[in-house]
């Protein structure tokens, strides 16, 4: 069982930078696939970013590469997303997840979800 609350939303203008936590609860959060995912109003939830049981792989959604970093510290049971140059698409709720998988995108694969953090970018 593994419990996830995040952190870290909040309102910033556009080309800005925020970076979100996401806290997990349990001894074995080193064994869960991690990701972040995010649903915009009217939309599907959809993956932003994913990274591995030992973080030697990532991967991120075209729509955010070369912008938002994944990444997580075994030691302290955190996940984080670093996000620069942020652009109003960007506004969604976002979602830390988890999943015993080795590797999934899918989101009905995830077991274990947090309550979500609101990030809002304005033009």
């Known amino acids: 069982q593994v419990q996830l609350v995040e952190s870290g939303g909040g309102l910033v203008p556009a080309g800005g930078s925020l970076r979100l936590s996401c806290a997990a609860s349990?001894?074995?959060?080193?064994?869960?696939?991690m990701a972040w995912f995010r649903q915009a109003p009217g939309k599907e939830r959809a993956i932003v970013a994913q990274?591995?049981?030992?973080?030697?792989?990532?991967f991120y959604a075209g729509s955010v590469k070369g912008r938002f970093t994944i990444s997580r510290d075994n030691a302290k049971n955190l996940v984080y997303l670093q996000m620069n140059s942020l652009k109003p698409e960007d506004t969604a709720v976002y979602y830390c997840?988890?999943?015993?998988?080795?590797?999934?995108?899918?989101?009905?694969?995830?077991?274990?979800w947090g309550q979500g953090t609101q990030v809002t970018v304005s033009s």
């Open positions: 997840a988890a999943t015993s998988s080795a590797y999934t995108i899918l989101p009905f694969q995830y077991n274990y």
């Open positions: 349990g001894r074995t959060f080193s064994s869960y696939t």
């Open positions: 990274i591995s049981r030992s973080a030697d792989s990532t």
